[in-house]
């Protein structure tokens, strides 16, 4: 009998480093990317809410509104370059955490609204070659800015 308890000695530690890594690994890769992506999510949300709102504000024509009352856009292509530049320049971090973000803004100046619709290529830390695409949208309506 004395035998056969000094034959299982050290079983415990093979079943702990089966479950370690059928269990316990996967769900380590899971919170770390998760966490990651949660975060990018939200990053590129608020990217795009403030591209989205930049081409609100500086595309309404005001001076049409103040002489006629009339919701329209301007066609001004440059207006539009701006508030891309506006999305790049929130999310400083993309080269840092080696994500790929794109936007893309769509003026409906029959409705007086823009729709801004981003996305992220992001390479996952725990499975190589990996990569997955997280979307952000965003709708605002035409505003004014101050002056003539």
């Keep these: 009998m004395v035998r056969g308890r000094r034959s299982e000695r050290g079983s415990s530690t093979a079943w702990a480093a089966i479950f370690m890594a059928l269990v316990v690994l996967p769900l380590m890769s ?13 990053r590129l949300q608020t990217a795009v ?12 024509d005001r ?3 103040q002489i006629s009352a009339e919701d ?23 080269n840092r955490m ?9 003026l409906n100046s029959d409705a007086n609204f823009a729709v801004c619709q981003a ?8 499975i190589p070659d990996q990569q997955v695409i997280v979307h952000a949208n965003a709708v605002s309506g035409l505003r004014f800015v101050s002056g003539p």
Aim: glycine share 6%; proline share 3%.
């Design 98 to 106: 080696e994500y790929a973000p794109s936007v893309e803004l769509t």
């Design 119 to 126: 996305q992220a290529l992001v390479p996952l830390l725990t």
């Design 30 to 42: 899971l919170a770390i990317d998760g966490t990651r992506l949660l975060y990018l999510r939200t």
């Design 72 to 94: 329209r856009f301007v066609q001004n292509w440059g207006l539009i370059g701006r508030a891309q530049n506006t999305f790049i320049h929130t999310l400083a971090e993309s």
């Design 49 to 60: 809410d403030a591209a989205c709102s930049d081409v609100s504000w500086s595309t309404g």
């Design 63 to 65: 001076a049409a509104w």
